[in-house]
């Protein structure tokens, strides 16, 4: 039988940014030395705080980065570093956010891909927020819905080598247990939020910019037409009536990044409305 410590995958630093700091550490310390006390127009104790800034900042950010480790298995994901270490269990998982963004030299040669990965526990609280306002005589009460405090959050990137694989795990031992929690809640009835999108049985809500969310009608499913993941961003199009009566087709457009549960609210939007998922995309698995 396959035990976890069998499974267990481990991620050291990123060692293209191990070599840049060391090429920092050594430029500033090249360009202390040149450094002339008796030619500054700073008092000379500042010239040499300015020359062990130089050198001290890219070193105590490699002693960091050579120290972090992460390993990944069955269970759940363990962080250790230079100052301290954590851990989470995969249960215990209630949002994770994860992107990828390739810079392009001119538009066309790809230098680099930058990954951003964060999980949050302990996110399922909410608050309720009332706002009363007064123009004139006229009473306006808003409510408004303010996600809870995560108990513990975890946050890193591509300071670990092979970033694109522990992506790949993320999604993979994190989709069945967030999966089982939106299905559940979403045949209760329930409003699931990703991020500015929220899915329920009626349609999508879209909120902008974090502004009355409560106010945002949701759109129906049959006014959905499709949906596009395309450079790292997820956009839903949709029709909708303006003031005038006219029906028009509008995009609503987010980075991928900033979607909570990206994956799961991908699964869910093709099992609601299959025939509009985006071609080429990998739905998770809904068993």
């Known amino acids: ?5 069998d499974s267990t995958e481990s991620f050291g630093p990123n060692w293209i940014r191990v070599a840049l700091l060391v090429v920092a550490a050594l430029v500033g310390y090249a360009f202390g030395q040149d450094l002339d006390p008796s030619h500054a ?3 000379g104790w500042a010239v040499s705080l300015a020359k062990a800034v130089m050198v001290a900042v890219p070193a105590v950010l490699l002693c960091w980065l050579l120290s972090v480790r992460l390993s990944v298995d069955p269970v759940g994901l363990h962080y250790r570093s230079l100052f301290g270490h954590a851990d989470m269990r995969w249960d215990e998982v209630d949002e994770l956010y994860a992107g990828a963004v390739t810079t392009l030299l001119y538009g066309i040669i790809p230098v680099g891909t930058r990954y951003r990965f964060k999980l949050k526990s ?3 609280t909410e608050q309720r927020l009332e706002k009363t306002r007064y123009i ?4 306006f009460t808003t409510t408004a819905t303010k996600n809870g405090t995560p108990a513990r959050q975890l946050s890193f990137g591509s300071r670990f080598f092979r970033a ?3 992506g790949e795990l993320l999604n993979e031992f994190t989709f069945p247990p967030l999966w089982r929690k939106a299905t559940q809640q979403y045949n209760d009835g329930r409003e699931l939020s990703f991020g500015d999108f929220r899915i329920n049985r009626f349609g999508v ?3 902008l910019l974090g502004l009355f969310p409560e106010l945002s009608k949701p759109i129906p499913w049959a006014n959905v037409r499709s949906n596009v993941v395309e450079k790292g961003s997820f956009m839903l199009i949709y029709d909708a009536t303006d003031a005038t009566g006219t029906t028009k087709t509008y995009t609503a457009k987010r980075d ?3 979607i909570a549960n990206f994956r799961v609210m991908m699964a869910l939007l093709q099992q ?3 025939q509009y998922a985006p071609s080429g995309y990998p739905a998770g698995k809904s068993t």
Request: charge should be positive.
């Open 164 to 166: 694109e694989r522990i």
């Open 272 to 274: 609601v409305k299959p």
């Open 136 to 139: 004139g005589k006229v009473q």
């Open 41 to 43: 127009s700073i008092p």
């Open 256 to 258: 991928v990044a900033q």
């Open 1 to 5: 039988m396959e035990t976890a410590s």
């Open 122 to 124: 302990g996110t399922s």
């Open 205 to 207: 809500k879209i909120d």
